[in-house]
């Protein structure tokens, strides 16, 4: 025979300070790695929701990134008409080449500066980023230091807004226009004219990587595989969503810090969780003792309690969603390992996220719990209704 769960639920309403303390306790620690894993949720849904199915993106072999990429414009000059490469209105090919950089820029979080991706481009570049909307201004002007940003650097960074002036390379660059993209990774990108930055820079000939447009999925494999195995060439092809999903490597850090600090606390709230319902064994000895005398077994009476300690731990990663829920959908950014530039990004508490933190809550109750339900099951009759 079960004892009923409305026993558990009324004593744990009769201990309330000590019943909120262990609950709190677990709720920071739930807190914490639900923090961890929503910025790990925000950067992956940043990266892998970025990149267009049909672009491939051209690198030299043995490059991580563009950034550490030696790309020369020789090649780019005999890989854009290769066939499989879709073509615009005009009839020219859908090929950009490409040059990125980074410059520091300050803001309130970052005074002393942060690395800024400055993507050089050709005005096929942009036609291929069809998805980059301008929402004020304009596009930069060929041939001019004029600077369009992405709508994540124009909010961060006070000196990149519409109207404002930003020095790097041989001179200032106007800001011109801010853009948007719905593919999140672009926002955090500067644009400008690539002969411009590519002579600002002393590096006229040999630039970063180049983006193409495959006219269908079939053809962007071939092309793919086309490019690799072309020895003249020495390019690394792969798509640029592929590209993008590569670089959610930069959460990885703050995903395993954070599981290591919520672990730790883990070990004092399980402790606490144990504290608490061994001392409510002792507090509650007669009435152990009565429960045996109207027939209730041992096994019932150690699952009573360590149902207890599970809506213990419940009540705790309730708490500590309910502490992580402000976090949703607040940008913030986080030094990039692959193009060592800052990305910005949304924090996102999913329902997977919150599934965890649950399951960590349990997992903790039933770790705190599982020693003092034994306990409880093992004592005597006789001298449970002896202690006081």
């Not at 309730?318 to 949703?328: A, D, E, R, S, T």
């Amino acid at each position: 025979m079960a004892i009923p769960l409305s026993y558990n639920v009324r004593n744990l309403a009769v201990r309330k300070t000590t019943t909120v303390m262990t609950a709190l306790g677990i709720a920071l620690t739930v807190a914490v790695l639900l923090a961890a894993f929503s910025l790990v949720e925000g950067l992956r849904t940043t990266f892998e929701g970025s990149g267009h199915p049909l672009n491939v993106l051209l690198t030299r072999k043995g490059s991580d990134s563009e950034l550490s990429s030696n790309f020369p414009r020789s090649v780019f000059n005999d890989l854009k008409f290769k066939q499989g490469i879709a073509k615009n209105a005009n009839g020219e090919p859908l090929a950009s080449l490409e040059m990125v950089t980074v410059i520091m820029l300050s803001s309130e979080e970052f005074p002393e500066g942060a690395n800024v991706n400055v993507r050089g481009v050709t005005p096929t570049g942009i036609e291929i980023r069809e998805d980059c909307r301008l929402t004020s201004g304009r596009w930069f002007t060929p041939g001019r230091r004029e600077v369009t940003v992405g709508s994540s650097v124009a909010k961060r960074y006070p000196t990149a807004h519409l109207g404002g002036k930003l020095k790097f390379g041989r001179g200032e660059w106007d800001v011109v226009g801010v853009y948007d993209s719905v593919q999140a990774a672009r926002n955090s990108e500067m644009m400008v004219d690539l002969n411009q930055a590519a002579g600002d820079f002393e590096r006229s000939e040999v630039l970063s990587s180049a983006l193409i447009r495959a006219t269908d999925e079939v053809a962007r494999q071939a092309l793919i595989n086309d490019l690799e195995f072309d020895t003249r060439l020495n390019v690394k092809a792969r798509t640029e969503k592929e590209y993008y999903a590569l670089q959610t490597s930069s959460g990885d850090l703050v995903k395993y810090l954070g599981t290591f600090v919520a672990v730790i606390m883990a070990v004092g709230s399980c402790f606490a969780a144990m504290n608490t319902m061994y001392a409510a064994v002792a507090r509650r000895s007669k009435e152990i003792g009565t429960l045996r005398v109207l027939g209730f077994s041992k096994v019932s009476i150690m699952l009573s309690f360590l149902i207890e300690s599970l809506l213990l731990s419940i009540l705790g990663g309730l708490l500590g969603i309910l502490l992580v829920m402000p976090l949703n959908g607040i940008t913030t950014g986080i030094g990039n390992f692959v193009t060592f530039s800052e990305v910005a990004f949304k924090l996102r508490v999913s329902p997977e996220i919150m599934m965890r933190g649950m399951i960590f809550a349990l997992f903790m109750g039933a770790f705190g719990g599982l020693l003092p339900a034994f306990s409880a099951a093992r004592k005597q009759i006789l001298t449970a209704l002896r202690q006081i």
